[in-house]
């Protein structure tokens, strides 16, 4: 399974980027360093799931990433909170959950329910068990460029193209969306790299045009099929960040099947970001883990 990658640019094109075996090798070497890990000694990693409310999403989320911890020998502790917990309660936990010596890493399912505050709950979060890296400590670091738990989107999404070889190095590469979890660390991961970046949103003149400069695009809108080809400039890698739920299911930002004919590599809604961000945050768990210890 690890060596089934095509690698662009050698592959014809378009290539079709496949975050589900990307996302099944980052699962897999996560699995070797939990072992290697536990042979000398050391607890598995531990995460803390938060989870506040029933939204059906987020109960679907929270399932697929508990799977994903035991897959990888993660263990983890299910917080499952009703959606009228006082803030305070909420705060003692993520205190709590600082303090303990089995959590390695903090997980609070986002959305939270109102009229509870996701600011003050998430700058509660140790920045060492902040596997999400949505802090202001971890996204300071981002900025200074210094060590620190990267937001596993973005992060899976620079995996994603070092797996297949696309060097963001000297690229022009146009990210639409600034959000914190996506957008921006979006932007500074592939700064870090060597790309040369413009992030654009929606009060952005002329975005198709804008668009059509990158050789690198990012969608992450949350617009179902905004991103058709007149926004593409022929033989550019397009990254699709997007999820939206349609009346035809899981769709992108990115019309794909107008789109890809004219890119050199694309990724595919579903099967191509998302496994990643969910591998992204077992990596970051037994990173986590691995500083802590
Ligand atoms: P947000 O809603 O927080 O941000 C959306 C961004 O898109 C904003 O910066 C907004 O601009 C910009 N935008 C909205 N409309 C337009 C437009 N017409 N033209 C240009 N820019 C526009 O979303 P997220 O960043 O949280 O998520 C983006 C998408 O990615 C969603 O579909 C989400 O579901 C998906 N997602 C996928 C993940 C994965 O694992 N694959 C993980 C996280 C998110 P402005 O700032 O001006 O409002």
């Given at each position: 399974m690890t060596d089934t990658l095509p690698t662009f640019p050698q592959s014809p094109s378009p290539v079709i980027i496949d975050g589900v075996v990307a996302a099944a090798r980052v699962k897999a070497e996560v699995a070797a360093g939990i072992c290697d890990l536990t042979a000398r000694g050391s607890v598995a990693p531990g995460l803390a799931v938060v989870l506040v409310g029933d939204d059906p999403a987020s109960i679907a989320y929270v399932r697929m990433k508990e799977r994903d911890c035991a897959e990888v020998g993660i263990r983890a502790t299910d917080y499952r909170l009703p959606a009228d917990i006082p803030q305070k309660e909420l705060n003692a936990l993520i205190e709590e959950l600082n303090r303990?010596?089995?959590?390695h890493g903090v997980l609070v399912q986002l959305p939270l329910p109102a009229p509870l505050d996701e600011a003050q709950v998430i700058e509660r979060i140790a920045p060492a068990k902040d596997v999400d890296g949505f802090g202001a400590d971890s996204l300071g670091r981002l900025v200074r460029g210094e060590r620190a738990l990267r937001a596993c989107t973005p992060a899976g999404v620079m995996r994603l193209l070092d797996d297949y070889g696309i060097d963001p190095d000297g690229k022009r590469a146009v990210v639409v969306g600034r959000s914190v979890i996506v957008g921006k660390p979006m932007a500074l991961l592939l700064l870090e790299r060597n790309a040369t970046v413009t992030v654009c949103h929606s009060?952005?003149?002329d975005l198709a045009a804008l668009c059509r400069e990158a050789d690198l695009l990012v969608a992450a809108v949350g617009?179902?099929?905004?991103?058709?080809?007149?926004y593409v400039k022929p033989g550019a890698v397009v990254i699709d960040v997007g999820i939206n739920r349609t009346d035809k299911g899981l769709v992108g930002d990115v019309d794909f099947a107008d789109v890809a004919p004219i890119t050199a590599a694309i990724t595919p809604v579903?099967?191509?970001v998302g496994p990643m961000t969910r591998a992204l945050l077992m990596a970051n768990t037994l990173a986590a883990a691995q500083a802590q210890l």
């Open positions: 303990s010596e089995r959590v009060r952005t003149a617009r179902p099929g905004m991103i058709d080809r007149s579903p099967g191509g």
